[in-house]
């Protein structure tokens, strides 16, 4: 459905508008923003770029990060596009956040997962967060692991630990 809310605290009335994020007939995403609670500035992602939701049915990570400068398209992990905006801070408008809705147009589909940061997030960032959910790439979260060249005593060496140097790191561990 074009123009459907996918996130939104945004009515088109007096003091009422601040962000919508909503999908687009041609396998884009669209960006609503408004400084001042009036009026608002539109930017969409390029068709060509698909940052869209191609597949009904099918599961796909939409992330945008605004920053007060750019505004980054984000499907499956991969930056697809980028828009300058002269919009330097949202309004705190007053209307309630809508998930899966937005100024009357409701998402024909499932937002089953939303987060969202008081940050920037980076490319790797975003990467990463696609990589370890289950629907994503799966990869999980990392592990750390720990090497130890040699326990010896005497550990005469930098890459040698004593016997018991270990056992209070495993202690710890």
């Known amino acids: 459905m074009d123009n459907a809310g996918l996130i939104s605290k945004y009515k088109s009335s007096s003091n009422g508008r601040s962000f919508l994020i909503r999908t687009d007939l041609n396998d884009s995403i669209s960006v609503v923003l408004s400084e001042d609670g009036n009026t608002s500035v539109v930017h969409t992602s390029s068709s060509n770029k698909d940052c869209g939701i191609r597949k009904n049915g099918e599961w796909t990570m939409i992330t945008v990060v605004y920053n ?36 009357g147009i409701d998402f024909d589909g499932k937002v089953e997962d939303l987060t969202i940061y008081n940050k920037d997030l980076g490319i790797g960032q975003i990467k990463k967060i696609y990589d370890q959910h289950p629907r994503g790439n799966n990869l999980g979260t990392g592990v750390s692991v720990l090497a130890y060249h040699q326990i010896i005593d005497p550990a005469d060496a930098k890459d040698k630990v004593n016997l ?6 495993i202690d710890y561990l």
């Open 68 to 103: 007060g400068t750019h505004i980054n398209y984000y499907r499956n992990g991969q930056r697809c596009d980028r828009d300058l905006t002269s919009v330097k801070k949202l309004f705190n408008s007053t209307t309630p956040l809508e998930l899966g809705s937005g100024n």
């Open 164 to 169: 018991s140097s270990f056992e209070e790191q």
